[in-house]
Structures are given as C-alpha cells and as structure tokens.
Nanobody, 124 residues
Framework: QVQLEESGGGLVQAGGSLRLSCAASGLIFSSNGMGWFRQAPGKEREFVAALFYSGSTTRYADSVKGRFTISGDNAKNTVYLQMNSLKPEDTAGYSC?????????????????WGQGTQVTVSS
C-alpha cells in the first residue's frame, strides 16, 4: 500500500523559511515522478515543483523558482521542499504526489498517489 506522509508545515513570517518533508512508503521515490502541489482557499490546486529521473532532474513553477528547492534522500525515501523567502501568497495546503509516469508533469491529474497535505501559513 502506497503512503505519502507530509510534515513540516506551520506558521512563518514573510521572508522566513520552512522545509516540508514527504515520507514515502510502498514505493521508492527515485523510481517515480514526485511532485509538490498547493491549494489556497477558493483557488485551484497548482503545481509547485517536481523531482524525477531518479531524483536527478527538477522542475519548478515560475512563482517559486529561485526560492524553493525540491530534493530527495534515497536512504530515507523522503522528498523535501525547502521554501525560502516565503511570501503571504505562498499560504496554502501543500501536498506531495507520486506516479511512475508523471515525470516532471505539472498536471495534478497525472499523479496517482497523494498525501494528506500540510498547511503553510505566511503572515505579512
């Protein structure tokens, strides 16, 4: 059974940093395309970042490029999202997703497995 468990969300002031974790079980993240998505109240879910090709390749949404970094730890089978220079508009529920064929896809529909999500709130 595949499980993705996110952690690391919280409340932070604008300009601050958070690191989200996505611990995977039932699959090996390096054999899948991994993605982070976010959804703010009243808005559609949007792509944030992806890690694929055995964790060697990354892709980012323009809105987070240069501020967020996606990475993976093979030993822990965990994917991270380091978020720096946070802005109030980054406030959202962040979810981790996985799929063996969603190699860098920014489309949520291409991912078969999802975690429950973790809330990130950035105060101004």
């Amino acid at each position: 059974q595949v499980q993705l468990e996110e952690s690391g969300g919280g409340l932070v002031q604008a300009g601050g940093s958070l690191r989200l974790s996505c611990a995977a079980s039932g699959l090996i993240f390096s054999s899948n395309g991994m993605g982070w998505f976010r959804q703010a109240p009243g808005k559609e879910r949007e792509f944030v970042a992806a890690l694929f090709y055995s964790g060697s390749t990354t892709r980012y949404a323009d809105s987070v490029k240069g501020r967020f970094t996606i990475s993976g730890d093979n030993a822990k089978n965990t994917v991270y999202l380091q978020m720096n220079s946070l802005k109030p508009e980054d406030t959202a529920g962040y979810s981790c997703a996985a799929d063996p064929w969603a190699l860098g896809s920014p489309s949520a529909g291409d991912y078969n497995y999802w975690g429950q999500g973790t809330q990130v709130t950035v105060s101004s």
